[in-house]
């Protein structure tokens, strides 16, 4: 069967090729990117914009939205950073079909200057044994439109029931140190010397072809749209006064947990545990009611400190390049 590729011209009319679409994972994040608040609110902001929206369509009865996708970014940058948004639809070939809204969709932002377009998928977490049905569906599409997973992840949650975070006798002598903003030279050195034994996938990815102060300072301005303002951000040093690593993350009611990084020579000191709770007795402090933070399935030592600092498991995220 034919269809169209229609994208709106404006941001009401995208709002509205949007609007109706369902939450095929059945997750927080999932559910929260299909509302008519996150939407308008959104499009508002410019973290979605209507040339980051694809909807296909069949006319057999004037117009009939089969399938949608949309991106997210930040409000100053020229690309969206992720393609989030998805509804399959109902018809028959739907995997077909998103997988050529995928595919028109990666041709356009790469001819407007993309060089890699990434998706997040945000399954439940224990995906691998209890999948929702549309997952295969989106991960098919996806592998039909030339995209390849790049890294699993976990996204944790934590809420004032859990308590705050413990912190050790190390945690205690550990001197945080406050940031002038995210151009600070000791924060982007101490944010490059992390690099070295990465266990992130996007970070070892981005290496391969990057200089790692350049990659340091794009990525920091970056964090501001989503760990910002720098109030909280923190460089951590040891009773010594040598430096440990750092910490970001924001104030408000739900939070994000930005960067958790230790510089080589200090690991295996439990001191990923310590800054996540600095960072969260910090967020609760100001007035937290949920923060959350996510790592690579692969990075163990993450996944403990979460755990340790009571966090739990909200779901998992699926990354796939192309």
Avoid: C
């Avoid at 050195?189 to 990815?205: I, K, V």
């Avoid at 009611?253 to 800054?275: D, H, I």
């Amino acid at each position: 069967m034919q269809f169209s590729i229609t994208r709106p011209a404006t941001p009401e009319q995208a709002v509205a090729l949007l609007r109706g679409a369902r939450s095929e994972l059945g997750t927080p994040i999932s559910d929260l990117v299909v509302t008519d608040e996150h939407l308008t609110t959104a499009f508002a902001n410019r973290n979605r914009r209507p040339e980051w929206v694809w909807v296909a369509e069949r006319g057999d009865d004037g117009g009939r939205t089969v399938a949608r996708l949309a991106g997210w970014g930040a409000p100053a940058n020229d690309h969206p950073w992720i393609l989030d948004f998805f509804d399959l639809g109902a018809e028959p070939d739907r995997v077909e079909v998103m997988a050529a809204l995928l595919r028109q969709a990666a041709a356009d932002l790469r001819a407007a200057g993309l060089d890699q377009v990434e998706l997040n998928l945000f399954p439940p977490a224990g995906w691998r044994d209890d999948r929702p049905p549309a997952l295969d569906d989106l991960l098919a599409a996806a592998k039909a439109a030339g995209f390849e997973i790049l890294v699993t992840r976990r996204r944790f949650r934590w809420t004032p029931s859990a308590g705050l975070p413990a912190l050790s006798d190390d945690g205690v002598s550990l001197r945080f140190a406050p940031v002038t903003g995210p151009d600070d030279p000791v924060l982007a050195d101490a944010y490059r010397r992390t690099f070295e034994g990465s266990l992130d996938a996007h970070t070892r990815r981005s290496l391969r072809t990057r200089d790692a102060a350049e990659l340091a300072a794009e990525e920091l301005a970056d964090m501001v749209n989503y760990a910002g303002p720098v109030d909280g951000w923190r460089v951590a040093y040891d009773a010594s006064g040598a430096l440990v690593g750092l910490v970001t993350g924001n104030p408000g009611t739900k939070v994000f947990t930005g960067y958790v990084g230790v510089v080589p020579e200090q690991r295996g000191r439990g001191y990923a545990r310590e800054l996540l709770a600095w960072m969260t007795r910090w967020q609760a402090d100001q007035g937290a009611e949920k923060v959350v933070g996510e790592t690579d399935d692969e990075n163990v030592p993450m996944r403990r400190a979460f755990e340790a600092a009571g966090f739990v498991e909200e779901s998992a995220r699926i990354d796939l390049v192309g």
